[in-house]
T-cell receptor, first 111, second 113 residues
C-alpha cells in the first residue's frame, strides 16, 4: 500500500466548475500536510499547507481529517490556468526532512 | 532572486558512463534533497542532507551518490548509469526554520541508453 494515495484522474471539468481532490495517508503519526501544484514538465510548487481546522486561500480550500487520515482540496470557479497536477504531500514528523509525495491528480479545465 | 539551480537540464548518456548533476541554492538553506519522478510513482527521495557533511539515504538510493561539502551545493553522482535510471530528477532545498516551503530546481531530464 502506498504511503500517500491519490486518484490519478484526469479530472476534466468546464471553466467555472467546482472540483474536489482527495488524498489518503497511511501513517497516523504524520504531522504536516501540504498541497503542491506541478505544471507539465515543471517543478512542483507549494500551493498551500493544510491545517486541522481547514484553511482557505481564495478559490482553494484545504481540509484535513486526522481520524480518517484523509486530506482534501476544493477548487471553486475553476480557471483554465488551474490545469495542472496536484500533489498531496505529507511530512511524518515536524523535525524530519522527509516529505512523502503522492503521485498526483491531474486536472484539465476546458473552455 | 531566490532559486535552486540544476545543471544540466537535459542529458542523454550511455550505460556505464559516469555523470554528475549539479545543484546549487542561494538561500542559505540547511536542508537539501534529490528526488526522481517517474510516471505513476510520483516523487521519490533519493538522498537528503540536513547540513554540510551530513547526508542520508532516501527511499531509492541504489546507484546514486551525493556529497555536501559546501552548504549551497549538493551534486548527484551516477557512477555507472543504467537504463532504469532514466527519469526526471529534481533537487530541492528548505530552511530548517520554515518546513512548509520546499523550493525545487527546474529539473533534469536524464535518458540512459
Amino acid at each position: 500500500r502506498k504511503e500517500v494515495e491519490q486518484d490519478p484522474g484526469p479530472f476534466n471539468v468546464p471553466e467555472g466548475a467546482t472540483v474536489a481532490f482527495n488524498c489518503t495517508y497511511s501513517n497516523s503519526a504524520s504531522q504536516s500536510f501540504f498541497w503542491y501544484r506541478q505544471d507539465c514538465r515543471k517543478e512542483p510548487k507549494l500551493l498551500m499547507s493544510v491545517y486541522s481546522s481547514g484553511n482557505e486561500d481564495g478559490r482553494f480550500t484545504a481540509q484535513l481529517n486526522r481520524a480518517s487520515q484523509y486530506i482534501s482540496l476544493l477548487i471553486r470557479d475553476s480557471k483554465l490556468s488551474d490545469s495542472a497536477t496536484y500533489l498531496c504531500v505529507v511530512n511524518e514528523r515536524d523535525s524530519s526532512y522527509k516529505l512523502i509525495f503522492g503521485s498526483g491528480t491531474r486536472l484539465l479545465v476546458r473552455p | 532572486e531566490a532559486q535552486v539551480t540544476q545543471n544540466p537540464r537535459y542529458l542523454i548518456t550511455v550505460t556505464g558512463k559516469k555523470l554528475t548533476v549539479t545543484c546549487s541554492q542561494n538561500m542559505n538553506h540547511e536542508y537539501m534533497s534529490w528526488y526522481r519522478q517517474d510516471p505513476g510513482l510520483g516523487l521519490r527521495q533519493i538522498y537528503y542532507s540536513m547540513n554540510v557533511e551530513v547526508t542520508d539515504k532516501g527511499d531509492v538510493p541504489e546507484g546514486y551518490k551525493v556529497s555536501r561539502k559546501e552548504k549551497r551545493n549538493f551534486p548527484l553522482i551516477l557512477e555507472s548509469p543504467s537504463p532504469n535510471q532514466t527519469s526526471l530528477y529534481f533537487c530541492a532545498s528548505r530552511s530548517r526554520l520554515d518546513k512548509n516551503i520546499q523550493y525545487f530546481g527546474a529539473g533534469t531530464r536524464l535518458s540512459v541508453l
